[in-house]
């Protein structure tokens, strides 16, 4: 039997869910269910002194308007979803914020998730929010076939697609110029002197590591220098795999002089190995990271404005619940480079 209470306002309840109702208001205000929702709503034709009543009614019983009737009634539910990679990558927190904020001041609730870098978990994600009635998703995509929100997007589920295109479908997407930002960083590096320049970087299949990876072959062949297969390693951001990658690079008659890295997860192992290397290494990575300007030498990155990807993709997505968008578009802000020190050491050798 499910465990029940008496509270003090005389009504028996589970002890967890049965909300009060507007009878229950009604009921304890001694007024009718058509006043209780005039005041919920706040209608006109309702006495000061009745509505007073009611409005302690409420406070008394903790009552609050169930809002899911009423938004469905209007075909919108006042929410969105966001699919993130990671929950618990810093990049992420910016763009969540931004989004949450248009959100807000759209008058919408944001629910976001993340697809672990799964691209069924992505789908299974997707598909729940739409299940919940969303209005419309922002979606950082892990997977590259995208059909199964078409008939999401037919029914008429606002969706935009950031840092990441769309596979197989089109879409609004909003993205870095991670190329021109690789190749921009690479180039800092040669212009100081380097040659021997190692990679690391994401798994090759997702968007964003396959142009840093381009930027970076455009930066050495700009320069005229060939580039070595073992200077370049794309896959998994655990540190195990970047610590290998990076001592393999480091190591050899030939080593590498300088290093840049694909991400800000690269990014913070790579820092760790060059901490217990002897040897001098330049090091520019992509994306900034918290406390970068505290290293010594301080970290020389190229940067994206995360929580401008999120203002731009969350304005773009309600632009398109409001009817005046029409065709969709690739967006592409620019990036910076941030010059702190570790991408402007000389070769050692």
């Keep these: 039997m499910p465990e029940t209470t008496r509270s003090a306002n005389g009504l028996t309840a589970n002890r967890y869910g049965n909300r009060p109702t507007m009878k229950d208001v009604a009921a304890r205000a001694g007024v009718g269910l058509k006043t209780v929702s005039r005041v919920v709503n706040g209608e006109p034709g309702v006495t000061p002194d009745t509505e007073r009543r009611v409005q302690e009614a409420i406070e008394a019983l903790g009552f609050r308007r169930n809002d899911s009737a009423r938004v469905l009634r209007k075909g919108r539910t006042a929410s969105i979803g966001l699919i993130l990679e990671d929950l618990a990558d810093p990049f992420y927190g910016p763009l969540s914020r931004a989004v949450e904020e248009v959100a807000r001041a759209h008058g919408a609730l944001l629910i976001n998730g993340s697809s672990a870098e799964d691209p069924d978990r992505e789908q299974e994600l997707a598909l729940a929010l739409c299940a919940r009635r969303v209005d419309g998703l922002v979606v950082i995509p892990a997977g590259d076939d995208h059909r199964y929100l078409e008939p999401e997007i037919r029914a008429g589920v606002a969706t935009v697609f950031v840092d990441r295109p769309a596979g197989r479908i089109d879409a609004d997407v909003v993205l870095s110029d991670n190329y021109g930002g690789a190749r921009d960083g690479v180039a800092h590096l040669i212009a100081h002197g380097h040659r021997r320049i190692g990679f690391i970087g994401d798994m090759p299949r997702i968007h964003t590591a396959a142009e840093r990876l381009r930027g970076y072959r455009a930066a050495m062949e700009d320069a005229g220098i060939p580039v070595e297969d073992r200077w370049m390693s794309l896959g998994a951001t655990n540190p195990e795999r970047v610590r290998r990658a990076a001592a393999q690079m480091l190591s050899g008659p030939d080593p590498v002089t300088a290093v840049f890295t694909g991400n800000n997860r690269v990014t913070v192992t790579v820092i760790r ?58 967006i592409e802000l620019p990036t910076r480079l941030i010059t702190r020190g570790s991408g402007e050491l000389p070769p050692a050798d």
């Design 273 to 330: 190995v060059l901490a217990e290397h002897s040897r001098q290494v330049a090091l520019v990575g992509f994306d900034d990271i918290e406390l970068a300007d505290l290293l010594r030498p301080g970290l020389t990155v190229v940067a994206q404005d995360s929580a401008a990807l999120g203002r731009t993709a969350a304005e773009r997505l309600f632009r398109q619940l409001d009817g005046t968008l029409v065709a969709p578009e690739r």
